[in-house]
């Protein structure tokens, strides 16, 4: 092929070849061929397969299990893993984020919706708590249903609520493989247990961390 073009000046350089070369300047082809090499070129780092799985090493000795509660080992290597009937201990979430004007605290921290604030006591979010002591409102059946309003809908909307934890979503952040929101905690905790980095939701394999977006609309 070098020969060719040699012999043949006015020969092009194909698109397959144009992609592998440094300075596309000075290279022999069309403007169209250089701009697709172009994109190609600039896109290449970002291609899936570039990827690199960050080997897990052995946790610090701080680390606590999210199954058992112990220190020292994954949830994967959990030596309660081979008990079935194990119940898995209640993970208590964190209040990162969330002000503390927009807390009200409570003492039992099995309390429903509880999270462990940076003083080391427990709180729930304000709006929780409101939504929590109302409760469903049961209709008596077969009666005409009242007119909706906006100020009587006392439910969170869905688009709020995390689909790991089911609860209000905390530094929401988007998974780039499906476009779907996460508490930041949750889905960096479920793709680090997870022994391919896997996506939860669409189970796509190799999904860093790193990749994640922080959806500053749910945020707000």
């Known amino acids: 092929m070098f020969c060719e073009q040699i012999g043949d000046p006015s020969a092009s350089i ?12 000075e290279a022999n082809a069309s403007e169209e061929d250089k701009i697709k090499a172009m994109m190609t070129q600039s896109c290449h780092e970002y291609d899936p397969i570039n990827y690199m799985k960050k080997p897990l090493g052995p946790p610090p000795l701080s680390h606590t299990c999210f199954h058992c509660g112990g220190l020292g080992h994954y949830k994967k290597n ?18 990162t984020g969330i002000p503390m004007s927009f807390m009200m605290e409570v003492k039992d921290p099995s309390t429903k919706g509880a999270m462990l604030t940076n003083s080391g006591k427990y709180a729930i979010p304000t709006i929780n708590a409101e939504a929590y002591s109302r409760g469903k409102k049961e209709k008596p059946p077969f009666l005409p249903e009242e007119p909706s309003s906006s100020s009587s809908d006392d439910s969170i909307p869905e688009e709020l609520l995390c689909p790991i934890c089911k609860d209000i979503m905390t530094d929401a952040v988007l998974i780039p493989c499906c476009g779907n929101s996460y508490c930041d905690e949750c889905i960096r905790t479920a793709l680090l247990e997870s022994e391919e980095h896997t996506c939860p939701t669409c189970h796509q394999t190799d999904v860093s961390p790193d990749a994640l977006i922080a959806n500053k ?3 707000q």
């Open 217 to 219: 609309f749910l945020r």
């Open 14 to 25: 194909p698109l397959a070849q144009l992609i592998k070369t440094a300075s596309l300047a």
């Open 78 to 95: 959990c030596p309660e893993n081979r008990d079935k009937n194990f119940e898995s201990v209640p993970r208590i979430k964190k209040s």
